[in-house]
């Protein structure tokens, strides 16, 4: 199994990011598959998630309304589009696959200056 991030970088406050994870080595529509932040000093906090087929998502309060989670199952990607970033949301950003063995790519780092 391997995820791969990427989209990250250096932001105005008030800009967008288009976030990407690749996956492979798994069945991906069969998982769920989730968006996580941590910034420094801060653990570690689910951002959203979105169900196999892509039918159902949730997001975490700080981030509703600003960010939508989606997927392509034909491309085996899982995309994060942030919009409205604001600097608290500065944080490396990493994909999850949950189920019986969890597997996390390596993050993406978005920062959003003031």
């Known amino acids: 199994v391997q995820l791969v991030e990427s989209g990250g970088g250096l932001v105005q406050y008030g800009g967008s990011l288009r976030l990407s994870c690749a996956a492979s080595?798994?069945?991906?529509?069969?998982?769920?598959m989730s968006w996580y932040r941590q910034a420094p000093g801060k653990e570690r906090e689910l951002v959203a998630v979105?169900?196999?087929?892509?039918?159902?998502?949730n997001y975490a309060d700080s981030v509703k309304g600003r960010f939508t989670i989606s997927r392509d199952n034909e491309k085996n990607t899982v995309y994060l589009q942030m919009n409205s970033l604001k600097p608290e949301d500065t944080a490396v950003y990493y994909c999850?696959?949950?189920?019986?063995?969890?597997?996390w790519g390596q993050g993406t780092q978005v920062t959003v200056s003031s």
């Open positions: 999850k696959r949950p189920g019986r063995y969890i597997y």
């Open positions: 979105i169900t196999g087929a892509g039918g159902s998502t």
């Open positions: 080595g798994f069945t991906f529509s069969s998982y769920a």
